[in-house]
């Protein structure tokens, strides 16, 4: 069985969380950069406002899975999922849903109702898993949660 457990990221949490945005895009230092610049508020995405979270699965002492997020103004919306990503090995298992759960709950915690996420038109696997979540499209390149606690009450098992 996994040892498998969810929480707030922590500073110590960088290196993993920069290796495994790394795999896909960029090198482990400038996500080391970005994501500390983030945690820290000294690097904000455009209409972000300065409360800001991101959340880890982890495997051990391993990051296998990270989502982050924001309060924001743009769009009109309340809140923006910044990142997520789940290590090749472990996608298709829970670990997005569940990470999106925390940051989902976290949202409603900030009375952050409608919730976007930018995303590539051709990325096919992400705008699957935004659609499975309750998104909306909102334009070519950004997906909408118009309300997020009610999208996350429909995920919820009864």
């Avoid at 789940?86 to 990470?99: E, I, K, M, N």
Wanted: aromatic share 10%.
């Amino acid at each position: 069985m996994i040892d498998l457990t969810y929480r707030t990221a922590r500073p110590s949490d960088i290196a993993g969380m920069a290796s495994l945005r790394a795999q896909t895009w960029g090198t482990e230092d400038y996500w080391q950069s970005r994501i500390r610049g983030y945690m820290d508020g000294t690097i904000n995405p455009q209409h972000a406002l300065p409360s800001r979270t991101l959340f880890v699965a982890m495997v051990g002492d391993e990051v296998i899975g990270l989502i982050g997020g924001h309060l924001t103004q743009r769009f009109d919306c309340e809140g923006e999922l910044e990142w997520i990503d789940v290590a090749p090995a472990h996608r298709g298992s829970g670990v997005a849903s569940a990470l999106f759960l925390e940051l989902g709950e976290w949202f409603v915690r900030q009375d952050a109702k409608r919730v976007c996420v930018n995303v590539e038109p051709t990325n096919h696997a992400a705008l699957r898993f935004y659609r499975k979540h309750g998104s909306e499209t909102l334009n070519e390149h950004w997906q909408v949660w118009p309300d997020i606690g009610a999208s996350l009450s429909a995920l919820r098992p009864l």
